[in-house]
């Protein structure tokens, strides 16, 4: 991962260095930069009657918090 993850972020505290892993750490999520989202708004926008009263699910990285563990 080449950007740096905010403090308080997903459960993670660099300034500390520990994150707080719930559950058994291996389910999924997604995340994307600011940047990204606004660029599917955009997309979806552009073709809204495509994608109305439809969910719209997009990220750039989906990732296990015990994965995370790593950077901190």
Do not use: C, H
Request: glycine fraction near 4%; hydrophobic fraction near 40%.
């Amino acid at each position: 991962m080449s950007a740096a993850i905010p403090e308080k972020y997903f459960w993670l505290s660099p300034t500390n260095k520990t994150i707080t892993v719930f559950g058994s750490g291996n389910q999924r999520f997604s995340m994307s930069p600011l940047s990204s989202t606004g660029r599917a708004v955009v997309a979806i926008l552009s073709l809204l009657t495509k994608y109305q009263d439809r969910p719209v699910y997009f990220a750039d990285y989906t990732v296990l918090t015990n994965q995370l563990v790593e950077f901190v």
